[in-house]
C-alpha cells in the first residue's frame, strides 16, 4: 500500500519516496510566552513519532523544529498619558515599603510582558489593550517620580494614594479611578503568578465608595402600545415599515446591525408555534436562533406578504459612530 502525506509546501498529498528517501520535514514550534503544559507537547511528540517511524522504515529524515521566542514579536509602544505632574503635587513624601534581597527588575520592565500575555494568553481586545497599556504607564510614572522603582517596593499605602491623588489632582470621577484599579490590579496578578510580589497591594488596599448606579430609565407598557398604536394607523407604506420596523427591535431583542444584516430567507414563520430567526455573525461572531412572539410573527407575516413586495429597495451604508468602536447605520 502507497503511504501519501499532505505536502504543505504543494498543499496536496504526495506519496512518500520509496527508502531511503531522503525526507525533510519541518514543524513551526510554539511561541514561548509562558509556562509549559500539556497542549503544548503535542506538536513535538507527533514530529519525533513520524521521524521514528520513518526511520524504522528504512528512511535517511531530517528533522527540524523552531521555538520563536517572545522578545522577537513586537510590542506596541504605548505613551505615557498625561497628568503624572499633577499626581506627583499631592503624592506622599514617604514611600513605605521593605526590602527584597534578590536581583530585582524596575517595575517599567515587568509591563510589556504583562501586556503581551494579557493579549495573546487572556485575549482581551487591542482596545483593552491599549487602556491597560497607559493605566500602566500612569503608574510606573506616578510611582517612579516618588522614588517607587521596583514592583516589590509597592504597599498598598502607594495604590491608596494613586486613587485619592487622581480625584485630588485630576479631578476624576470615582469610576474613571475603580478602572484604572481594576487594571493594576490585574497587573500584580500577573506579577504574583510570576513570583515576583507575594501579595497583591491593589486587592489589599481600601477604595473610595462609588456612586450608586440609577437604575435604567425604561417606558411603561402604556407608552409603549402608545408608540405602536400611532405607528400602526399610519397607512402609507413608510408607515407601516416603521411599525414593523419598531416591533421587530423591541420583541426581537436583536441588535441594530444584526436587523440590518437580517435577510428575508433567515425569517421562519411557519410553523407558528416554532417561528424563528436565523441571526448569521451576529454577537461574538456567532450565529444563533431567535424565537419569534405571535404578535411580531403576524406582524412579519402582514409585511412580507403585502407592503414589503411594493416598497422601493432601500439601501444602507455603514458609518462610524465613533472612530474607536460602535457602528451605525443609515439608509439612503
Known amino acids: 500500500m502507497t503511504v501519501q502525506i499532505h505536502d504543505s509546501y504543494s498543499r496536496r498529498k504526495v506519496d512518500l519516496p520509496p527508502p531511503p528517501g531522503p525526507i525533510g520535514m519541518y514543524f513551526c514550534g510554539p511561541t514561548v510566552y509562558q509556562r509549559i503544559h500539556i497542549g503544548n507537547a503535542r506538536l513535538f511528540a507527533l514530529s519525533m ?32 498619558m498625561r497628568g503624572v505632574q499633577a499626581l506627583v503635587a499631592v503624592a506622599p513624601s514617604e514611600v513605605p515599603g521593605r526590602a527584597i534581597a534578590r536581583v530585582r527588575r524596575p517595575l517599567r520592565d515587568h509591563v510589556k510582558p504583562w501586556l503581551f500575555w494579557t493579549e495573546h494568553a487572556r485575549g482581551l481586545t487591542p482596545n483593552t489593550i491599549v487602556s491597560y497599556a497607559l493605566d500602566a504607564k500612569m503608574f510606573v510614572a506616578f510611582c517612579e517620580q516618588i522614588g517607587c522603582v521596583y514592583a516589590e517596593d509597592v504597599p498598598y499605602q502607594i495604590i491608596e494614594a494613586y486613587g485619592a491623588a487622581q480625584r485630588a489632582g485630576l479631578g476624576l470621577q470615582a469610576t474613571t479611578v475603580a478602572r484604572r484599579y481594576s487594571a493594576l490590579k490585574q497587573l500584580f496578578r500577573f506579577l504574583m503568578r510570576e513570583g515576583v510580589v507575594s501579595a497583591n497591594p491593589v486587592e489589599l488596599a481600601i477604595r473610595m465608595k462609588l456612586p450608586p448606579r440609577k437604575p435604567p430609565e425604561h ?12 405607528l400602526g394607523a ?8 416603521h411599525y414593523t420596523l419598531s416591533l421587530f427591535l423591541f420583541y426581537s431583542g436583536l441588535r441594530e446591525d444584526e436587523t440590518v444584516h437580517l435577510k428575508v430567507e433567515d425569517v421562519h414563520l411557519e410553523p407558528a408555534a416554532t417561528a424563528y430567526l436565523r441571526v448569521r455573525d451576529g454577537k461574538g461572531s456567532k450565529d444563533r436562533l431567535v424565537p ?16 414589503r413586495r411594493v416598497l422601493p429597495p432601500r439601501r444602507f451604508t455603514r458609518t462610524s459612530r465613533r472612530a474607536t468602536s460602535g457602528r451605525s447605520w443609515r439608509s439612503t
Open 234 to 241: 399610519r397607512r402609507d407604506l413608510a408607515g407601516q415599515r
Open 292 to 307: 419569534i412572539v405571535p404578535r411580531l410573527r403576524e406582524t412579519l407575516a402582514v409585511y412580507l406578504a403585502t407592503t
Open 49 to 80: 513519532c513520524l521521524r521514528r517511524w520513518l526511520a524504522l522504515r528504512g528512511y535517511e529524515v531530517k528533522l527540524a523544529e523552531n521555538v520563536t521566542d517572545i522578545n522577537d514579536l513586537p510590542l506596541p509602544r504605548v505613551p505615557v
Open 219 to 230: 417606558m411603561t407598557m402604556e407608552e409603549r402600545e402608545l408608540i405602536f398604536t400611532t
